[in-house]
């Protein structure tokens, strides 16, 4: 009889002090707002390609319009010569150099890391940092390629 009553003030405590707790009014708009979506690591590749082409493309804007003002009056030029309209100027390609990402190195295992594109354990020991590998995971005719870190 005496565990029931000690039992009973027991739940009567535990209800009185969760009584006690401010609930918040905006709990579940809090939440979402708290919650925010990471880029993935192809979205900033995205990111990344999208930024460079604009730049190329306000680059080449520039460059015709320089050009535009170094014509004169029935096009001639500062050097007294004529000029003809030509094509427009095709954009220099880009190196490879800085395309392809760096892999991540496996902790606590040295010559080994993770495939930038689907996280699985590649062997490139004795293969000198920032060199171009080609991801064994994938076959020849995909060419995926990353660089050592």
């Not at 880009?94 to 080994?112: M, T």
Request: proline share 11%; with cysteine.
């Amino acid at each position: 009889m005496k565990s029931r009553i000690l039992l009973g003030f027991a739940a009567i405590g535990c209800l009185s002090l969760a009584s006690c707790y401010p609930w918040p009014e905006n709990n579940g708009k809090k939440k979402q707002e708290e919650v925010k979506k990471e880029p993935t690591l192809e979205e900033l590749k995205k990111q990344k390609e999208d930024e460079a082409r604009k730049k190329a493309e306000e680059d080449l804007k520039k460059k015709a319009e320089e050009n535009k003002n170094e014509v004169g009056p029935e096009g001639a030029t500062a050097g007294g010569g004529t000029t003809t309209p030509g094509p427009d100027p095709q954009p220099e390609p880009k190196s490879h150099g800085g395309d392809y990402p760096f892999a991540n190195k496996v902790p606590g295992k040295e010559g080994f890391v993770f495939s930038p594109y689907n996280n699985k354990v590649v062997d490139v020991r004795d293969i000198p940092s920032g060199t171009l590998v080609m991801d064994p995971t994938y076959p020849p005719s995909e060419k995926k390629y990353f660089r050592v870190p």
